[in-house]
């Protein structure tokens, strides 16, 4: 299965969309055995960033979902419907140009350069995109208009998250290595930002996660072979620092962390493409880390280690059934849902596991018939 980032948990339904190539998306029923009840082509070719990053998102009301579909000489952000994959609005992106970039260096030309990174803002305001020379569009999801930040011009993929008073904006720039920026916003209007501090991560190509602790004012990022940090910060006391480097410790004054933990014993074999990792909040105080052929269960407070489960097949994305106290989680096969009762908590080690039976993986093969399209 094409690898992806897309997998929309509907709170309410026991239902989820997936991509499963790069003009597909298929949405299974979960309430009993997994089973694919609609498809939906796309008209174009999702971009090829689309392997790192979400190419749908869940709209905050819960009935929809926003597609990116990439062409040559224009973007669109298209809404459907997602009882039915109904097509609701089509919605011209701007372009996300920027003056310091050269043509040679863009996937197509600096008027239209790829999209990397599709999301909403942790308060439900803003739907927004970022380009691949790390300029992002944000849409206000009531108001119908775009705003634009300029962040740090680096021609690649880029992710990027937001504090909850949109006070704080982290800039994560993958090539071979990860380099994070974090900007304070003084002015989303206006466009006004302020860097405060630059670091980097060794990844060796590695495909990581970056995510906003759900309740408090705190960041989880991934990096290579399976490494985990949690910092806390004050966005409201952040200061400008107007001379800054890429070094480990620029960022301390700022960002502090509270654990980290590496798993080099989690195993990813370069035969099943390059190392990637996943992140999910169950609830506050506890996160679910998916990469190589485990799910690890950690306690946000100190780090510790509860329970670990191990698949048979490379994770892809994981999302947390909080109706069912359950995993849901997208693999090279297809799907797979994991009881929470099914981890193993005797050992941190996964050689050393006496483990249940393998969840049982359902192929992700749409019906030739009867499926729903837009």
Known sequence: MQYTRSLLHHPRRQEVITQISLKQLVKWDITAQPKI??????????????????????????????????????????????????????????????????????????QNPEITHLSVTACGTYLYLVGEGGQVCLYHLIQHRWLHLTAISFVCRHKIIFDRALRLMVVEAADIDLAYSIYRIDDLEQNRLTLIGQFMEVSDCHRGELQLHPRTNAIVWTGYHCRIKYHTFQAEQLPAAPEVEYRFSSCDPYLDQQWGINFPYIQHPRSQGLWRSCLAFPDADTLLFGAGFAIVQINVTDGRVIAEYQTQSIIHEIEYDADRLRVIAITNDGLILIPISDFDPTT??????ALPPAAQIYPATPASKGSAAP
């Open 348 to 353: 941190p080690y996964l050689q050393s596991l």
């Open 37 to 110: 009840i609609g498809e939906m082509q796309l008209s174009s070719s999702i971009s090829k960033h689309w392997t790192a990053s979400p190419s749908a998102v869940l709209l905050p009301d819960l009935e929809r979902i926003a597609v990116v579909q990439c062409h040559l000489e224009q973007n669109y952000l298209e809404i459907y419907a997602w009882e039915d994959f109904r097509l609701i609005e089509s919605i011209v992106i701007p372009p996300l140009s920027s003056p310091d970039l050269e043509d040679e260096f863009l996937s197509r030309n600096d």
